[in-house]
């Protein structure tokens, strides 16, 4: 379907039964040389895995840089990238394309999503990325993306917002590692979010808060450290923000997000 933002511009949706009017997982699409939507089939165009459709995998992409989980623009061989929740396959695969050398994994509890990631969404396993159905590993950063159908917050699933899981997830990671958080409330209940965030602010910490600027989703950001003076600090995430956005080829989200 054309993208809504710049017609110009296909793009292919994941959707998942029962909430058609929000797509599951967005990819931008490149066409063959002298096709076009209209007398093409766009079955056979590739992904873009160098374009983000949305601020919350900008979002989710650029945190464990800020914190310097992850080191800045640097080939990062060697560090270990633990997502859990595949979808689409837009942000690892956007990581794998800008630092080939990084060690992803993705963890997908549904055979069938990563069947359709791999088959629609240019997903691919190979020496330094890969999709587990289903670790003894520390990883530097853990993406926490996985949903469910909670009608107060859908992400991430409520299942995985109970303390035990998410003291587990802390100690998977390494003493400078971050956990990476997409929530997704359904509902405009600032109340609700605070206490579906308070089982990570209780079990790490530090844990930065990104509001985005056009999307509902809210990500966290905890660490296994203290972060010192965080009110300095956040000046400079935000500085650090809007350099990535541009480093990365995502300068239309420079301005996205709000820190706190």
Same mark, same amino acid.
């Given at each position: ?6 017609p ?5 949706h994941?959707f998942v ?9 967005i990819a931008?699409?490149?066409?063959p040389?002298?096709a076009?939507f209209?007398n093409?089939?766009t ?7 160098e374009y983000l459709t ?5 979002c ?6 800020l914190v ?13 990238v ?8 837009s942000?690892?695969?956007f ?5 080939p050398l990084?060690?992803?994994?993705a ?7 990563a ?9 691919? #396993?190979?020496?330094?990325? +890969?999709?587990l159905?289903r670790?003894?590993? &520390?990883?530097?950063?853990? %993406?926490? @993306? =996985?949903?469910?159908?909670d ?8 299942n995985?917002?109970?303390p ?10 390494t003493?400078?590692?971050?956990l990476?958080? #997409?929530?997704?409330p359904? +509902? ?6 605070? &206490?579906?965030?308070?089982? %990570?602010? @209780? =079990?790490f910490?530090s ?7 056009r999307e509902?989703?809210?990500?966290l950001?905890c660490t296994?450290?203290?972060?010192k003076?965080?009110?300095v600090?956040i000046?400079f995430y ?16 420079a301005?996205?997000l709000?820190i706190k």
């Amino acid at each position: 379907m054309r993208a809504k933002t710049d017609p110009d511009f296909i793009e292919r949706h994941l959707f998942v039964d029962g909430f058609e009017d929000e797509s599951e997982s967005i990819a931008r699409l490149i066409p063959p040389k002298g096709a076009t939507f209209e007398n093409s089939d766009t079955r056979i165009w590739k992904i873009n895995h160098e374009y983000l459709t949305t601020e919350y995998i900008y979002c989710l992409a650029i945190s464990p840089f800020l914190v310097s989980s992850i080191s800045e623009m640097k080939s990062n061989e060697g560090k270990k990238v633990l997502e859990l929740g595949l979808g689409g396959g837009s942000l690892d695969m956007f990581l794998h394309t800008h630092f080939p050398l990084m060690q992803i994994t993705a963890i997908e509890l549904e055979q069938v999503v990563a069947e359709l990631a791999e088959k629609w969404f240019g997903v691919k #396993n190979d020496t330094s990325r +890969k999709t587990l159905i289903r670790d003894g590993l &520390s990883y530097d950063v853990i %993406f926490l @993306d =996985t949903c469910d159908l909670d009608k107060f917050m859908s992400c991430p699933a409520k299942n995985l917002r109970n303390p035990e899981i998410v003291k587990t997830m802390k100690n998977l990671l390494t003493n400078t590692g971050v956990l990476i958080v #997409n929530m997704l409330p359904m +509902k405009d209940d600032e109340e609700q979010l605070e &206490s579906a965030m308070k089982v %990570f602010t @209780d =079990t790490f910490p530090s844990c930065l808060k990104f509001q985005l600027a056009r999307e509902v989703n809210v990500v966290l950001a905890c660490t296994k450290f203290d972060i010192k003076e965080l009110n300095v600090m956040i000046k400079f995430y935000r500085k650090r923000a809007m350099k990535f956005a541009h480093a990365l080829g995502v300068p239309h989200f420079a301005n996205s997000l709000l820190i706190k």
